[in-house]
């Protein structure tokens, strides 16, 4: 197991060699300093940046402020520059509603679309600009006044009319159609008892939506339906609620469940009975995110675990997760985790100290490590 520690970057702002510790300190009133406390964070790779090979990555931000009850947060964009290794902070988009979720697209509208999940109900669309900033496009309220937690897009993997689907804290879930800078909620369900942590299309069918609550249920959902009933519900294969999943942007029957439990769970979507795999993280596996263009790399944000990435190998009806790298340096829970598309980089963010590190992984590292 590699220990991929930080070092010499500080929490300095402005440009920094990688790697990088930046700190997003972000609001301030007239009694205490505020932090932006980060919560999730996504890299974009960079052909709609004017420097071929450069990758953006977005870093959303959620604090509560106990006085007014207000849940407030920001957007801050960072550019990496994999000629000179370094990585600056840009654009930073402040006082506006904590954000829970957020997923880059590259495939709607031609252009570099960030979709984001807000803790007032709304998901918003931003445009990412040839000069490194986000344009907004759109909103609209999936849940008033409700926490909206996760969010996903039906086209990562296959050309196809996008659209989003968000779950939020009544443990509801909504379909949407995405239009030129429009939004359309077409389908909204109660999916889950209670809040609704994570949801996500299944790449390859995006008919099929799967779910995750804080009723430990995991359940997946035909949206060709009224969604009345799921076409199927787990309530025994995690033993706490369901607070993550991915299913795999290139396997077409390949999925990831995560949950308070501490555990990871890979499934073979054609068979839903019992998992492939069962693998302890050491934490609550609270973002999944398997890598861009290694199809056996999974990266893990565990809470209080820290960061981890497995690799991992599949066999007629079994799986094996061999835990490669970690990332123990941040100093409070484990939220956001990113990789790097077409650089050797992972973005993770931990909430109550503020920290965005940007730290190098090398995967061809690990696959001969492995022969």
Not at 30 to 42: D, I, K, M, N, R
Not at 123 to 151: M, P
Not at 228 to 237: N, T, V
Not at 342 to 365: E, I, K, Q
Request: charged share 15%.
């Amino acid at each position: 197991v590699k220990d991929c520690r930080m070092s010499g970057s500080g929490g300095q702002l402005g440009s920094q060699s990688i790697p990088a510790i930046f700190d997003t300190i972000q609001y301030s009133d007239s009694v205490e300093v505020s932090f932006a406390l980060c919560f999730c964070c996504e890299f974009i790779v960079g052909q709609w940046c004017p420097t071929a090979g450069n990758s953006v990555l977005a870093c959303g931000t959620y604090q509560l402020i106990e006085e007014s009850r207000s849940r407030v947060g920001g957007l801050r964009l960072y550019i990496s520059y994999p000629s000179t290794n370094t990585i600056r902070e840009g654009q930073t988009i402040s006082d506006i509603p904590g954000i829970l979720d957020m997923k880059w697209n590259e495939r709607a509208t031609g252009q570099g679309i960030l979709a984001t999940a807000n803790a007032i109900g709304f998901v918003h669309l931003r445009e990412l600009q040839e000069d490194h900033t986000l344009v907004e496009l759109g909103s609209v309220e999936v849940c008033k006044e409700q926490l909206c937690l996760a969010l996903d897009w039906n086209n990562r993997s296959i050309e196809i009319s996008p659209q989003i689907v968000a779950s939020d804290a009544n443990g509801t879930v909504h379909l949407l159609a995405v239009g030129e800078g429009t939004m359309e909620v077409l389908q909204s369900w109660t999916a889950h008892d209670f809040a609704a942590w994570t949801t996500c299309f299944n790449s390859f069918q995006p008919s099929i939506v799967y779910s995750g609550g804080d009723d430990c249920r995991f359940r997946g959902w035909d949206v060709r339906t009224d969604c009345g009933q799921p076409i199927f519900s787990l309530s025994k294969a995690h033993t706490m609620g369901v607070c993550s999943m991915q299913h795999h942007p290139r396997i077409d029957t390949l999925l990831a469940t995560g949950s308070y439990d501490e555990n990871i769970l890979l499934w073979d979507t054609r068979a839903m009975l019992r998992p492939l795999s069962r693998t302890a993280v050491g934490g609550g596996v609270w973002r999944l995110a398997w890598h861009p263009t290694h199809n056996d790399l999974l990266l893990a944000a565990a809470m209080h675990g820290g960061f981890h990435i497995f690799r991992s190998s599949t066999s007629g009806a079994a799986a094996e997760m061999v835990r490669v790298a970690e990332n123990l340096e941040h100093g409070s829970l484990a939220y956001g985790a990113s990789w790097a598309k077409g650089a050797p980089l992972v973005a993770t963010c931990s909430f109550y100290d503020h920290s965005l590190r940007v730290w190098p992984f090398d995967p061809s590292a690990v696959e001969t490590a492995a022969q």
